[in-house]
C-alpha cells in the first residue's frame, strides 16, 4: 500500500452536533462518517490536503484546528486521519455529490447509532468517553 496516501476527515461541530456524509461508493453504500477523502502527502501537506478535499466534499473553505486522532482505515489507505476543523466563513453547505448520498448533523449518541466505519466508530466513542476532547458547543 502507497504510505504517502492517508485519509483525512474533518469534523465540523455546530450547536452540538458534528456533520456526517453517507457514503454512495457500492463497496460501502449506507455507511457514515465525517466528510473524508484521500490525499497524497508527497504532493501536500496534510493541512493543505484537507483543506482541498473539505472544500470539494462541503463546498466551503476550512481551517484545520487540531489533529483528533489518526486510526487504520477502513477502505483505501492504511491511516486516517480525524482533525478538528471550523469553516473559514458562515456560507451554506454544498455536498458534493459523487460519493456521497446525503449528509445531516447529528448529536453525539445519534452519531454512534448510525451505519459506521470502525475507525469513525472508535473515534466517535472516544469522544464520548472524554478520550478525545472537543467542544460540542
Known amino acids: 500500500m502507497d504510505t504517502n496516501k492517508i485519509g483525512v476527515a474533518g469534523v465540523l461541530v455546530n450547536e452540538n452536533k458534528i456533520l456526517m456524509v453517507e457514503d454512495s461508493r457500492p463497496e460501502v453504500r449506507?455507511?457514515?462518517?465525517?466528510?473524508?477523502?484521500?490525499?497524497?502527502?508527497?504532493k501536500e501537506t496534510e493541512e493543505e490536503g484537507l483543506?482541498?478535499?473539505?472544500?470539494?466534499?462541503?463546498?466551503?473553505?476550512i481551517i484545520p484546528l487540531k489533529k483528533l486522532y489518526v486510526d487504520k482505515a477502513d477502505t483505501?489507505?492504511?491511516?486516517?486521519?480525524?482533525?478538528?476543523?471550523?469553516?473559514?466563513?458562515?456560507?451554506?453547505?454544498?455536498?458534493?455529490k459523487r460519493g456521497n448520498l446525503a449528509f445531516n448533523w447529528f448529536?453525539?449518541?445519534?452519531?454512534?447509532?448510525?451505519?459506521?466505519?470502525?475507525a469513525t466508530?472508535?473515534?466517535?466513542?472516544?469522544?464520548?468517553?472524554?478520550?478525545?476532547?472537543?467542544?460540542?458547543?
Open 76 to 96: 483505501k489507505t492504511k491511516d486516517i486521519s480525524f482533525w478538528l476543523i471550523k469553516l473559514k466563513e458562515n456560507k451554506p453547505l454544498r455536498m458534493e
Open 30 to 42: 449506507g455507511f457514515w462518517g465525517p466528510p473524508h477523502g484521500v490525499i497524497f502527502l508527497d
Open 107 to 118: 448529536s453525539l449518541d445519534e452519531a454512534i447509532n448510525l451505519k459506521l466505519f470502525s
Open 121 to 137: 466508530k472508535k473515534f466517535l466513542k472516544l469522544v464520548k468517553n472524554e478520550s478525545i476532547e472537543i467542544d460540542l458547543a
Open 51 to 61: 483543506k482541498r478535499k473539505m472544500l470539494q466534499e462541503i463546498g466551503v473553505g
